[in-house]
T-cell receptor, first 114, second 111 residues
Framework: GAGVSQSPRYKVAKRGQDVALRCDPI?????LFWYQQALGQGPEFLTYFQNEAQLDKSGLPSDRFFAERPEGSVSTLKIQRTQQEDSAVYLCASSLETLRTEAFFGQGTRLTVV | DAKTTQPTSMDCAEGRAANLPCNHS???????VYWYRQIHSQGPQYIIH???NNETNEMASLIITEDRKSSTLILPHATLRDTAVYYCIQPSGAGSYQLTFGKGTKLSVIP
């Protein structure tokens, strides 16, 4: 497809379980971003990749969160030992260059930790 | 924290222009203002951005005051599908890549 694709769309995890969320950016887009959106709030920045390099991970809330983009295209956000407070929508976005161009967002993965 | 302030909510009659204000009093000379919107259960969608000149595209117009401390997003003929949360953003981060969304303005288009 032409847009940013995220999978799964919905994920229910038991507390303590590890999860992996996938993002397929638009082909050729250099920049890739992950955001976390809690219910009723705006999205919050997690991390930023330029090609395969993770240039900013300042928004990752704890060392249980890990993101990678090994070949500069598909990215995975992994959350270890999930907690209830991790329940949120995780959004992926890509852009052709830096954010002086428009960013395209996927529909997100809704994670519910029970 | 978001560097912009917006009203929490607004209503607009269908077919009328929707004017969404934003204050960004701390903006510096080389910082752009971006507008995104988020329709329920979807990811944010880019609308428009500008530096100091007014901008227009197929979706909206952006009017920036001469002192650059505020701007207004104009949807010229609002439709029901324009009901969404609208975010006015000053990107941050060393390369101006980081979007800080804040709470935005919930625009309700009324039939």
């Amino acid at each position: 497809g032409a847009g940013v694709s995220q999978s799964p769309r919905y994920k229910v995890a038991k507390r303590g379980q590890d999860v992996a969320l996938r993002c397929d950016p638009i082909s050729g887009h250099v920049s890739l971003f992950w955001y976390q959106q809690a219910l009723g709030q705006g999205p919050e920045f997690l991390t930023y990749f330029q090609n395969e390099a993770q240039l900013d991970k300042s928004g990752l809330p704890s060392d249980r969160f890990f993101a990678e983009r090994p070949e500069g295209s598909v990215s995975t956000l992994k959350i270890q030992r999930t907690q209830q407070e991790d329940s949120a929508v995780y959004l992926c976005a890509s852009s052709l260059e830096t954010l002086r161009t428009e960013a395209f967002f996927g529909q997100g993965t809704r994670l519910t930790v029970v | 924290d978001a560097k912009t302030t917006q009203p929490t909510s607004m209503d607009c009659a269908e077919g009328r222009a929707a004017n969404l204000p934003c204050n960004h009093s701390t903006i510096s000379g080389n910082e752009y203002v971006y507008w995104y919107r988020q329709i329920h259960s979807q990811g944010p969608q880019y609308i428009i951005h500008g530096l100091k000149n007014n901008e227009t595209n197929e979706m909206a117009s952006l009017i920036i005051t001469e002192d650059r401390k505020s701007s207004t997003l104009i949807l010229p003929h609002a439709t029901l599908r324009d009901t969404a949360v609208y975010y006015c953003i000053q990107p941050s981060g060393a390369g101006s890549y980081q979007l800080t969304f804040g709470k935005g303005t919930k625009l309700s288009v009324i039939p």
